[in-house]
């Protein structure tokens, strides 16, 4: 279990990635607009390191109280909210680097402070878009099984984090330390390229081209079963001695096998589907009721000779 004592050693143990961090807000009172007012401006310092990036507020001196660093003018108290939101940002972003314990540098935070995208977890936007798509059972549970590997990677990715290198190390981590083999690396990281285009699409500005992402095709070893293995599992079904689990089993395999059906249309069938000669039945892939055309001769109820 972590205590609040246990996670803050933990936060504060990273402090040597992040040398303290500070800020504050000012006017820049040597520049006075046509108003006579005075941008405001955030003062960041990081290390030795100072930035000074303006806020896009603009204020007079009798409005501004810099010791409490709020607008104290009554009528303009929702510039403080813009403000709060700037204090919340710059804490996230240190949290997030210290936990990850990666560096992070006054040009760093800036870029992501005029960037809010690039401070949005990746993991949570793939979490969340996962939760609204209609796919598949089966697809569904693929993309869960991807995004569980990703959490165990790191427990939030930024999208500023996404580029060459991590795509490098994730392939690196799902071979060595999650022994994937290469097709289950590859699986994973064209579901994680999915995502990507969505963001894109969602207008999130992306650390590297999506089309630089290459998913290695793999050719399938797949075995065709003859016309005599086909009749041959016929005959087993209509024998005397197959037990009732098997039949069920084997009834739907060879039914799928004479009609050509995907799994998840073949699940959902109904015995009212079908007729004597010709069954309907909803393809979900094409959204729409199909009727196949006529199914092969039936297979003889012939004894099991060989």
């Known amino acids: 279990m972590i205590t609040q004592a246990s996670f803050l050693s933990q936060f504060h143990s990273k402090s040597s990635i992040i040398a303290s961090m500070k800020f504050s807000f000012f006017l820049k009172t040597d520049y006075k607009n046509k108003d006579g007012k005075f941008?405001?401006?955030?003062?960041?310092?990081?290390?030795?390191?100072?930035?000074r990036i303006p806020v896009d507020i603009q204020l007079s001196k009798a409005d501004w109280e810099p010791k409490k660093q709020?607008?104290?003018?009554?009528?303009?108290?929702?510039?403080n909210?813009?403000?709060?939101e700037i204090k919340a940002q710059i804490n996230k972003i240190e949290i997030h680097f210290r936990l990850t314990s990666q560096t992070l540098t006054v040009e760093k935070c800036a870029e992501m402070l005029k960037r809010p995208d690039?401070?949005?977890?990746?993991?949570?936007?793939?979490?969340?878009?996962?939760s609204l798509k209609s796919m598949e059972t089966g697809t569904v549970k693929n993309h869960k099984v991807v995004l569980a590997k990703l959490k165990n990677y790191k427990s939030s990715i930024l999208f500023s984090d996404i580029n060459d290198q991590f795509i490098l190390k994730y392939r690196k981590f799902l071979f060595y330390k999650k022994n994937n083999a290469e097709?289950?690396?590859?699986?994973?990281?064209?579901?994680?390229?999915?995502?990507?285009?969505?963001?894109k699409k969602r207008g999130f500005i992306i650390n590297i081209d999506?089309?630089?992402i290459k998913i290695k095709q793999h050719k399938s070893?797949?075995?065709?079963?003859?016309?005599?293995?086909i009749e041959k599992m016929g005959r087993y079904y209509f024998s005397g001695f197959?037990?009732?689990?098997?039949?069920?089993?084997?009834?739907?395999?060879l039914f799928n096998c004479m009609t050509g059906q995907r799994i998840e249309d073949l699940l959902k069938m109904k015995r009212e589907d079908l007729t004597e000669d010709f069954f309907n039945f909803w393809n979900k892939k094409s959204k729409k009721y199909q009727t196949p055309p006529p199914t092969p001769p039936p297979i003889k109820k012939t004894a099991l000779t060989d």
């Open 39 to 51: 941008p405001l401006y955030l003062n960041l310092y990081i290390h030795s390191q100072r930035k």
């Open 70 to 79: 709020v607008v104290k003018n009554p009528e303009l108290q929702a510039l």
């Open 81 to 84: 909210l813009i403000i709060n």
């Open 118 to 130: 690039l401070s949005v977890d990746f993991i949570s936007f793939m979490d969340y878009e996962l």
């Open 183 to 199: 097709v289950t690396v590859d699986s994973n990281i064209k579901v994680i390229k999915h995502y990507i285009k969505i963001a």
């Open 210 to 212: 999506v089309e630089d």
């Open 221 to 229: 070893h797949r075995t065709n079963l003859s016309i005599a293995e």
């Open 242 to 253: 197959i037990s009732e689990s098997h039949k069920k089993t084997l009834g739907y395999f």
